[in-house]
T-cell receptor
Framework: DAGVIQSPRHEVTEMGQEVTLRCKPI?????LFWYRQTMMRGLELLIY????????DSGMPEDRFSAKMPNASFSTLKIQPSEPRDSAVYFC?????????????FGPGTRLTVT | DAKTTQPPSMDCAEGRAANLPCNHS???????VYWYRQIHSQGPQYIIH???NNETNEMASLIITEDRKSSTLILPHATLRDTAVYYC????????????FGQGTILTVHP
């Protein structure tokens, strides 16, 4: 298996523009997670899905952020409009199930820079 | 979920055992201890987890004290490629999937 795939790997955009980050989870995994990592706040969970349904979005910073999972093999995280403080590395992860024995597999991340 | 405390940094000589401590004094009975690591510019990687008993896999060993208030991750023969940030996480119940990453321990393995 290719692991969790994220695209693009790097994104540079100007303030006010819409940004869409993409994730393909490992085939067969029922859970998908979006994380954000910054120097100031570390690695924080934004939202996670079970069987394409959002379960907990309490970590989503504000209404400018939205996430969707239209099918089991694809998810997007959208920021509209983007702001410089959104600059971070965004990670997607997936797991087979939710439970103590099920590890999360992380993708390589998307480094977002908003100027 | 219980909070964890880790030293900010540690050093280890290549080939020697690396022992990374974690304090989780407020852990409750149904909370598991997880270890992940993050090598520079990569996504976090799962290492090991445990509840009460000591655990070992191909990557590491996890030693949990009898009162479960602390644990130690052991890399038996550290290599330069083990240089990374190591995160100790406690999670439980319906929030198993909600991993809360702290600042972790920066482990530097030197020749």
């Amino acid at each position: 298996d290719a692991g969790v795939i994220q695209s693009p790997r790097h994104e540079v955009t100007e303030m006010g523009q819409e940004v869409t980050l993409r994730c393909k989870p490992i085939s067969g995994h029922d859970y998908l997670f979006w994380y954000r990592q910054t120097m100031m706040r570390g690695l924080e969970l934004l939202i996670y899905f079970n069987n394409n349904v959002p379960i907990d979005d309490s970590g989503m910073p504000e209404d400018r952020f939205s996430a969707k999972m239209p099918n089991a093999s694809f998810s997007t995280l959208k920021i509209q409009p983007s702001e410089p403080r959104d600059s971070a590395v965004y990670f997607c992860a997936s797991s087979l199930e939710q439970g103590p024995a099920y590890e999360q597999y992380f993708g390589p991340g998307t480094r977002l820079t908003v100027t | 979920d219980a909070k964890t405390t880790q030293p900010p940094s540690m050093d280890c000589a290549e080939g020697r055992a690396a022992n990374l401590p974690c304090n989780h004094s407020t852990i409750s009975g149904n909370e598991y201890v997880y270890w992940y690591r993050q090598i520079h510019s990569q996504g976090p990687q799962y290492i090991i987890h445990g509840l009460k008993n000591n655990e070992t896999n191909e990557m590491a060993s996890l030693i949990i004290t009898e009162d479960r208030k602390s644990s130690t991750l052991i890399l038996p023969h550290a290599t330069l490629r083990d240089t990374a940030v190591y995160y100790c996480i406690v999670s439980s119940g319906t929030s198993y999937g909600k991993l809360t990453f702290g600042q972790g321990t920066i482990l530097t393995v030197h020749p």
